[in-house]
């Protein structure tokens, strides 16, 4: 976080109030091997909706990022001994779009179990989630209206990872319309 910080022009600790008390989570992940894995998905389509994730996994691989430019879902290789570290919804509102939360998915295959380990980097639940002003003026407005990570993270677990193209709550939602 303080990188990320460093990185927006900002002081390296402009970030650690946020996270003195913490929603932090960890989730174990089993894939175990599918015989019809063209007709299932491990986990669908989906934004982490926290600051940072920070993913170990094994060497088997699955996870697939969506590339912006042309929408196609790109594997993500596995790299042994590294973590793969993605920046989540909140990052992206708090640096008004200057990073972006990658959508992303997991597939599963017929031959090997997989194992994976993400840790939700997540601020305290009462943070009102919103661009930052240093980051904001005039010629560069908030695009997202402030609103409450306790509620958002309620509202997400309610309606978890559903794999339906019923969409649940995303900051596009408090997208200030230009
Ligand atoms: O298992 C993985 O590689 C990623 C899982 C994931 O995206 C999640 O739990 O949010
Ligand atoms: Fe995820």
Known sequence: MELIGLSLGLPADRFHGFFKDQTSFIRLNHYPPCPTPELALGVGRHKDGGALTILAQDDVGGLEVK??????????????????????????????????????????????????????????????????????????????????????????KRSNFQKLNVENLQIHHFRISE
């Open 67 to 156: 590339r912006k430019t042309d929408g196609e879902w790109v594997r993500v290789k596995p790299t042994p001994d590294a973590y793969i570290i993605n920046v989540g919804d909140i990052i992206q509102v708090w640096s008004n779009d200057r990073y972006e939360s990658v959508e992303h998915r997991v597939m599963v295959n017929s031959e090997k179990e997989r194992f994976s380990l993400p840790f939700f980097f997540n601020p305290v639940h009462y943070t009102m989630v919103k661009p930052l002003e240093e980051l904001t003026n005039e010629q560069n407005p908030a695009k997202y209206r402030a609103y409450s990570w306790g509620k958002f993270i309620t509202n997400r």
